[in-house]
């Protein structure tokens, strides 16, 4: 069993369109692999891969879930002592919250979080959050474009909070955990 990560999608693609596709199952986010389906992905053989028992929409054509998980923000408590920001409307305000913030950027993979976030803020209702209004968002994320620095990794963010890089982060939830535990381990 050959083990690769984190996921590279320009890696599986090169594979894909040389013929030589060197994995058989990888981990990737719900919304690539959907749009990908039929494409870079094949569709789950129903004789190999038993999705009866999955809830309902939980799985794909290509795919099956493998965790769930929820996106937090995260932030240094000593830079903003009895004043912490509290809501994805204070990872926009630079003002009251000064300093860098980090969020998902990983290339050609528009994960959950970013994008939800910057609307809501904007003013879209959470009912009405679907289909993204892709332009809008981005428009609200560029508003804060100076303060952002893009991770590409669950490891990477929880680095950026830990080593003091940024004051806030937008972060999966078991790297919240994970850096909380770090911080209580050492002290923090």
Same mark, same amino acid.
């Not at 009895?82 to 305000?93: I, M």
């Given at each position: 069993m050959l083990s690769d990560g984190p996921t590279d999608y320009t890696k599986i693609k090169a594979q894909v369109d040389a013929k030589n596709v060197t994995c058989d199952v990888t981990d990737t986010d719900t919304l690539w692999a959907k749009r990908e389906c039929g494409k870079l992905l094949m569709p789950l053989d129903p004789k190999i891969v038993d999705t009866s028992k999955l809830p309902k929409d939980m799985g794909g054509k290509?795919?099956? *879930?493998?965790? %769930?998980?929820?996106?937090?923000?995260?932030?240094?408590?000593k830079k903003f002592g009895?004043? *912490?920001?509290? %809501?994805?409307?204070?990872?926009?305000?630079t003002g009251k919250y000064p300093g860098k913030r980090a969020i998902p950027g990983i290339p050609s993979d528009a994960s959950p979080g970013a994008l939800e976030a910057a609307l809501l803020v904007d003013g879209v209702a959470p009912d009405r959050l679907y289909p993204l209004n892709v332009d809008r968002a981005l428009k609200k994320l560029t508003s804060v474009r100076s303060s952002l620095v893009f991770w590409d990794t669950g490891a990477r963010s929880q680095q950026l909070l830990e080593s003091g890089e940024v004051s806030m982060a937008m972060v999966w939830s078991g790297r919240a955990y994970a850096a909380g535990l770090e911080l209580f381990e050492h002290g923090g």
């Open positions: 290509c795919s099956v *879930p493998a965790m %769930s998980y929820g996106v937090v923000l995260m932030y240094d408590k009895g004043n *912490p920001p509290k %809501s994805w409307a204070d990872l926009f305000n």
